[in-house]
C-alpha cells in the first residue's frame, strides 16, 4: 500500500537558518504529492504540492522536489521565520476516485528568535 | 469567505453516548471525508464521500457512520463512542475531478470520550 515517511520531529531551529524536513513516500503508479501545515488550534493548510517527477512546488519561500529516482519529497527554507513554526505533514494522493490523502507523522518545527 | 465548518471544537462524553460531530461546506464541493489525527500516526482516513449520497469507507471506518444527504453537510456519527476514539477529528473537502484538488479542512473537533 501507499505510505509516507518523514523525518522524526520536533525540529528546532534559531531564526534565518536553513530549513530541511525530508519525506519520502511509496506508492504504486504516479502519486501527487503535498506539503500541508498546521498552525496552532487550526486545521492543515496547502502548503505546495507537485504533480509529476522533477516538479518543483514553492509557496512562501518553501520549496519541495518531486524526486521519483529516490522516491523523496523534501522541504526546504533558505531563511525560516518566528512565524513559520507549525507542524508539516507530507502527504501523498494516488487512489484516483477517492482523492484520499495519505499523510506522514507529521514534523513539528519551532523557531527561535 | 470559503471555510469547512465542524461543530463542536471540544467534546467530552463518556463511553456509549451517541454523539454527532458536524460538518458543513460553502464551496460548493462535491468530495467530503473525514480525518483523525493521533500523536505518531498522523491523519487517517475514515470515510468520504464522491457526492450526495454516495458514501465509502476509508482506513479507519469501525465505530463510525456518516451520511451525505446535502452536498454541504458531512456530519459524523459515532453511535456507541469507546475511549480508543479519543482524538482530534478533521473535516475536510474538494472539488471533484481527481486527485489534483488540494482539501480544505476545518478546525478540528477534539473528542474525549471517558
Known amino acids: 500500500g501507499n505510505s509516507v515517511t518523514q523525518m522524526e520531529g520536533p525540529v528546532t531551529l534559531s531564526e534565518e537558518a536553513f530549513l530541511t524536513i525530508n519525506c519520502t513516500y511509496t506508492?504504486?503508479?504516479?502519486?501527487?504529492l503535498f506539503w500541508y501545515v498546521q498552525y496552532p488550534g487550526e486545521g492543515l493548510q496547502l502548503l505546495l504540492k507537485a504533480t509529476k517527477a522533477d516538479d518543483k512546488g514553492s509557496n512562501k519561500g518553501f520549496e519541495a522536489t518531486y524526486r521519483k529516482e529516490t522516491t523523496s519529497f523534501h522541504l526546504e527554507k533558505g531563511s525560516v521565520q518566528v512565524s513559520d513554526s507549525a507542524v508539516y505533514f507530507c502527504?501523498?494522493?494516488?487512489?484516483?476516485?477517492?482523492?484520499?490523502?495519505?499523510f506522514g507523522t507529521g514534523t513539528r518545527l519551532t523557531i527561535i528568535p | 469567505e470559503a471555510q469547512v465548518t465542524q461543530n463542536p471544537r471540544y467534546l467530552i462524553t463518556v463511553t456509549g453516548k451517541k454523539l454527532t460531530v458536524t460538518c458543513s461546506q460553502n464551496?460548493?464541493?462535491?468530495?467530503m471525508s473525514w480525518y483523525r489525527q493521533d500523536p505518531g500516526l498522523g491523519l487517517r482516513q475514515i470515510y468520504y464521500?464522491?457526492?450526495?449520497?454516495?458514501?465509502d469507507k476509508g482506513d479507519v471506518p469501525e465505530g463510525y457512520k456518516v451520511s451525505r444527504k446535502e452536498k454541504r453537510n458531512f456530519p459524523l456519527i459515532l453511535e456507541s463512542p469507546s475511549p480508543n476514539q479519543t482524538s482530534l477529528y478533521f473535516c475536510a473537502s474538494s472539488w471533484t475531478g481527481g486527485w489534483n484538488s488540494p482539501l480544505h479542512f476545518g478546525n478540528g473537533t477534539r473528542l474525549t470520550v471517558t
Open positions: 464551496m460548493n464541493h462535491e468530495y
Open positions: 506508492a504504486t503508479g504516479y502519486p501527487s
Open positions: 464521500s464522491m457526492n450526495v449520497e454516495v458514501t
Open positions: 502527504a501523498l494522493s494516488a487512489d484516483f476516485g477517492n482523492e484520499k490523502l495519505t
